[in-house]
């Protein structure tokens, strides 16, 4: 019976037997996997951007919510219909916000995004001033149009300008 229960003689065990075997026969994991190049810091024109999209989606938001709170008072006025101010609001919210998040994010689909958007909104804002404000107004111009024209071809090229960088383009590429 002695032999039944008597055991092998432990060997001495040195550090690969100690090892688990899973830990031995696994491969080394690839160069290109160990060390990956961090990723490029956000411009700050590319910020100013995404700030600039933000701002418009929350306008659009505030637009939406003050239609909703004060339809019948709007409703009352001559003009512009609450419900193409609460949907129009909800709009620019719904487009505008993903786009913030792609140019802050750096996703690659936002550079391409940016400038239709941007030039959506300014051909909106002037399709707005120019049929619907203009039966409000007796058919005349607001007396900032000259400042609003500056500004909204200011608001075209910082977009392109912000976009075309080789900063940009490599945090988009990141």
Known sequence: MDELNSSPPVE????LEA????????????????????????PYGI?????GVLGIAGWGLLRMLLAAWQWQ???ELPGVSPLYMALSGL???VFSAPLFWGLWRGLPWAPRLAPA???????????????????L????????WLFAILLTAVMLGYTVWA????????????
């Open 12 to 15: 001495a065990q040195d550090d």
């Open 19 to 42: 090892t688990p075997e899973w830990a031995v026969d696994a491969p080394p994991p690839p160069a290109e996997a160990a060390v990956k190049p961090p990723r490029p810091k956000r």
């Open 47 to 51: 910020t100013l951007l995404a700030l």
């Open 73 to 75: 008072f709007l409703a």
């Open 91 to 93: 709009a620019w919210a």
């Open 117 to 135: 958007l941007v030039l959506t909104y300014a051909i909106y804002y002037w399709l707005d001033v120019v049929f619907l404000m203009d039966q």
């Open 137 to 144: 107004s007796g058919g005349a111009l607001p007396k900032n």
């Open 163 to 174: 976009l075309k960088r080789p900063a940009a383009k490599e945090f988009f590429r990141g």
